[in-house]
């Protein structure tokens, strides 16, 4: 094993993360209809805010991502600074990392706390897949340009004539990879071909997340980490994600269609994450300055990893090549672990990263380690339910998943958590954390 990386300042203090929030998460076109991500990232950041009792100046860092960009606000972390009553001078950026957009968030943060260059910042996402960037075809896109440029009405006329029909019509954002034309889920298909995942396995995992998110909010787990939000005409509360579906059997399952492969696939709607709107973010700091503000920290981040594979196979594998290296990187085990939560976009992918994680042949042969991560312990495998249940805005469950765990681990007595996600483009991350 490689040396260990802690992760702190150069004064010795750890990275804290003192709070975290986010809204409901709604299922596409529901509860978040016709709200932008930029607003559902105002409410999250000002509602954390103001829970936490921090003075607003305190903050001097904010880095939030969207993966769903809208072209009339590009840079929404800065949108937020100014929709929230923060301190304008606050240093304001956004990045994007596909589904791991706000691991990246908080890794950023995370150097900038390590750097000396700020004490305290928020890292975050939000994203709508309800109000999308309709765009136009490139054929319109060029005329319209040209257009501008005409002199006369004859040859703007010139330039409109040269268009088809089918070039007036409007463009959604593309649901395929830029580079290979895939969905991600022929890509989930070809994982659960791959490495021998049934439709009765993926249906499982399912329901099992489905089961555990409705517990979780039953018990009441959820309720200090998820905010109330009042949406458009401001009358009506939404106060849980509505994505959950307790009473489901798996006999509902079963009755579902391949959404992907049709005649021979095993992908579904129901064993797959819906297309989500919602927001999440957390305060970060380092130690001493928790200490100062009189603040208990979540806990603490312990280490991060990034990767990258190919794109053409397999690509949602981004677990299993990021998880051995954080752990590497926090000097721990998978034995070391109390709780291991990963994203779940699909059943196939989510099960073809826990086989890999226990594989001694990948372990050799693909990343060149003499033995395996380790199996994961289904008591400690996403233990509250995953991303299939609570739903996935894709820049917000990063920063989910990081509140959850350290939130449980706090319930458990402390230990140590790993959050990992696969995200488009072939990437993966994971982070280990730590409570007390």
């Known amino acids: 094993m490689r ?126 897949s309800s109000v999308l960037p309709i765009g136009v075809s490139k054929a319109l896109a060029r005329v319209l340009v040209d257009v501008n440029k005409a002199r006369t009405t004859r040859q703007r006329l010139t330039l409109f004539s040269r268009l088809r029909l089918r070039d007036l019509l409007p463009v959604p954002p593309a649901v395929a990879e830029y580079s290979t034309g895939l969905r991600m889920g022929d890509t989930a298909e070809q994982m659960a071909k791959t490495y021998g995942i049934t439709r009765e396995q993926q249906d499982a995992l399912a329901h099992r997340s489905h089961q555990r998110a409705a517990q979780a909010w039953a018990e009441g787990k959820l309720a200090e980490e998820v905010m109330t939000t009042y949406g458009p005409p401001y009358k009506n509360p939404f106060a849980e994600d509505n994505n959950i579906r307790g009473a489901s059997t798996l006999a509902d399952y079963a009755k579902l269609r391949p959404a992907f492969d049709r005649k021979h696939g095993s992908v579904t709607a129901a064993n797959s994450t819906p297309l989500t709107d919602g927001a999440a973010a957390v305060i ?112 917000a469950t990063g920063a989910r998943m990081i509140t959850q765990t350290l939130h449980e681990l706090r319930r458990r007595g402390g230990g140590f958590g790993l959050v990992t996600a696969c995200a488009a483009g072939g990437l993966g991350a994971a982070m280990v954390l730590e409570a007390e």
């Open 3 to 128: 040396q260990a990386l802690p992760l702190v300042t150069r004064q010795g203090d750890r990275i804290a993360i003192v709070s975290g929030l986010r809204t409901p998460f709604a299922r596409q076109a529901t509860a978040f209809h016709g709200i932008p991500a930029v607003d559902l990232g105002k409410m999250v950041v000002g509602e954390l805010l103001a829970r936490s009792e921090i003075p607003a100046d305190a903050i001097e860092q904010l880095v939030f991502g969207q993966v769903v960009q809208m072209p009339e606000a590009p840079n929404i972390a800065r949108e937020i600074v100014l929709g929230t009553g923060m301190n304008v001078h606050t240093d304001a950026y956004s990045v994007s990392r596909a589904c791991a957009t706000s691991f990246q968030a908080v890794a950023n943060v995370a150097e900038s706390l390590m750097a000396g260059t700020i004490r305290a910042g928020i890292a975050g996402g939000a994203d709508s």
């Open 284 to 395: 970060m700091m380092t130690e001493s300055r928790a200490k100062e503000l009189g603040l208990r920290p979540l806990g603490y981040l312990r280490s991060y990893a990034f990767t990258a594979i190919d794109v053409w196979q397999d690509m949602l594998l981004g677990p299993a090549w990021s998880t051995p290296l954080a752990l590497e990187r926090a000097g721990l085990t998978m034995a070391d672990l109390t709780l291991f939560d990963m994203h779940e976009a699909f059943a196939a992918q989510t099960l073809a990263n826990l086989q890999l994680l226990g594989s001694e042949r990948f372990a050799r042969e693909v990343l060149g380690r003499a033995q395996a991560t380790g199996e994961v312990d289904d008591a400690k495998f996403n233990v509250l339910g995953g991303s299939i249940a609570y739903g996935h805005p894709f820049a």
